[in-house]
DNA sequence: CGTCTGTTTAGAGACCTGTCAACCTAAGCT
DNA sequence: AGCTTAGGTTGACAGGTCTCTAAACAGACG
């Protein structure tokens, strides 16, 4: 449907060496960067901590919309930006929309930071 | 000198649990998301994992200007960025200007992604 | 004082965030 | 089926923020 960042050939190994143990290349920074760009707003951070630690693992958007101030539309918005960075996924069932964590990209942001 | 963000009451536990254990606050969001928001740009995270690779633990900004396409007071800003950040600390001896990385922050984000 | 290194300031242009309005899909009802 | 209502997303636009450069500034050394 629509692009989607990819940073898991980690899988390969070919990616995400904590930053203590090499320099990034300038293709694999400009990746990562995006994802780590769809953090900076407090608003995309909240959406992501609530979607991740829903019971069951995934949480309707009709239960995300209400806990903020800003309009339907906006949190709409938010949550494209997180899916495009590949940090969660949704898909409709039904009526409501449910979204879902990736957690290997997150797992590959944190292993960047150095967490070795 | 300047401002800082203080995430690192992480001695102290009070903060950073990882988000699959429970979602944030209104105000940890904003604090993390300055600093994530921080990262969330190529040249500033090229810039980091420079500082943080370096060997000895530090690195003179006279061997970070030239590797990259931009301008020195370019560089300068983003350096800056990154030290309100809470990141990157750095100090003048003498001629020249060194960097060091700020592990415990480092480490604070990447416990939030949940690499528990 | 003159030079070299690095930071700060000021400003132009691009990008991001939020809102309103329009649209699409699914479900319920007659 | 057709009509209506509700949930979410998309598009277009205003206002603010970010990135970058050029020029002026400050600190260290000869």
Redesign the pocket.
């Given at each position: 449907?629509?692009k989607q960042l990819v940073v898991l050939d980690a899988a390969t190994g070919a990616c995400c060496e904590p930053l203590t143990a090499a320099a990034l290349e300038s293709g694999q920074a400009e990746t990562l960067a995006a994802m780590f760009?769809a953090l900076?707003?407090?608003?995309?951070l909240r959406l992501l901590s609530m979607i991740t630690s829903a019971e069951g693992g995934e949480i309707?958007?009709?239960?995300?919309?209400p806990a903020f101030?800003?309009?339907?539309?906006?949190?709409?918005?938010?949550?494209?930006?997180l899916?495009e960075a590949g940090l969660i996924e949704?898909d409709?069932?039904?009526?409501?929309?449910?979204?879902r964590p990736m957690p290997e990209a997150m797992r590959a942001l944190a292993t960047i930071l150095g967490t070795a």
């Open positions: 449907m629509s760009k900076g707003d407090p608003t995309r309707c958007v009709c239960e995300l919309t101030d800003v309009s339907g539309p906006t949190i709409s918005h938010h949550l494209k930006v899916r949704g409709r069932r039904g009526t409501w929309v449910w979204y």
